[in-house]
C-alpha cells in the first residue's frame, strides 16, 4: 500500500511539474490578460471559467473581487509554506482518488446506460412499481413513459455498475490481516 501511495505522490508531482512547464513556457497575450495579482496574471479564460462557476448575478467585478482575494489568500498560504504541509499533501491526495473514482464510475454508468435498451414490457412493470410506491397522481403511463424508461435504464446501469466492480474485486488479489485489524479500533 505504502508503495502505491508513494507512486501516486510521485505521479501527482509530475502532473503538477508537468502543470506549471506547460503554464510557464507559454506568456499570455497581454490582451488577453485581465488582472496581475503581484506575479500572477489572471487571464481571459481564467475569468471566463470564474465566471461560468460563479452565481447567475454576479457582476463581471465582483468576480474579479473575488478572483484577486482567492488569489492574494493562496499567494499568502504559499508564503507560510503552508503548499508542502504532509496534512495539505494528504487532503490533495484524497481529494485526486475520489475525483478519479467519481470519473470512471461516472464514465462506465454512462456506457451502460448507453448500451441499456428497455423493453415496454420493462417499462410498464416500472410504471407499476412507481405508481404503488408514489400512488395514482404521478399521472398516465404515456404522460411519464420517457421518465419511466430513463429509470429503467439507471436501475440497469446500476446492475452492471455493480456486477463491473464485482468483477474487478474478483480478478484482483486481496489479503486482509484479520490480526491487524482487529487491533485498529474506534478511538
Known amino acids: 500500500m505504502r508503495g502505491l501511495?508513494?507512486?501516486?505522490?510521485?505521479?501527482?508531482?509530475?502532473a503538477l511539474i508537468?502543470?506549471?512547464?506547460?503554464?510557464c513556457s507559454k506568456k499570455?497575450?497581454?490582451?488577453q490578460i485581465v488582472a496581475e495579482i503581484n506575479n500572477y496574471q489572471v487571464t481571459v479564460d481564467d475569468f471566463k471559467q470564474e465566471m461560468s462557476m460563479g452565481m447567475l448575478d454576479t457582476g463581471r467585478e465582483q468576480v474579479l473581487q473575488d478572483i484577486i482575494i482567492k488569489e492574494l489568500i493562496l499567494q499568502e498560504a504559499q508564503k507560510m509554506e503552508m503548499d508542502k504541509d504532509k496534512g495539505f499533501m494528504k487532503e490533495i491526495e484524497n481529494y485526486?482518488?475520489?475525483?478519479?473514482?467519481?470519473?470512471?464510475?461516472?464514465?462506465?454508468?454512462?456506457?451502460?446506460?448507453?448500451a441499456s435498451d428497455v423493453s415496454d414490457d420493462e417499462a410498464?412493470?416500472?410504471?407499476?412499481?412507481?405508481?404503488?410506491?408514489?400512488?395514482?397522481?404521478?399521472?398516465?403511463?404515456?404522460?411519464?413513459?420517457?421518465?419511466?424508461?430513463?429509470?429503467?435504464?439507471?436501475?440497469?446501469?446500476?446492475?452492471?455498475?455493480?456486477?463491473?466492480i464485482t468483477g474487478l474485486r474478483n480478478s484482483a488479489r486481496i489479503v486482509t490481516h484479520e490480526?491487524?485489524?482487529k487491533g485498529v479500533g474506534h478511538e
Open 5 to 14: 501511495i508513494k507512486r501516486c505522490n510521485f505521479v501527482m508531482v509530475l
Open 18 to 23: 508537468a502543470g506549471l512547464a506547460i503554464g
Open 28 to 31: 499570455p497575450d497581454k490582451s
Open 96 to 114: 485526486w482518488k475520489q475525483t478519479l473514482i467519481k470519473r470512471l464510475i461516472d464514465k462506465k454508468g454512462r456506457e451502460f446506460m448507453a
Open 124 to 164: 410498464k412493470a416500472e410504471y407499476k412499481l412507481m405508481r404503488q410506491e408514489e400512488g395514482p397522481d404521478i399521472g398516465s403511463y404515456e404522460k411519464i413513459k420517457d421518465k419511466v424508461r430513463k429509470t429503467v435504464m439507471r436501475k440497469k446501469a446500476q446492475i452492471e455498475l455493480d456486477k463491473w
Open 179 to 181: 490480526s491487524v485489524l
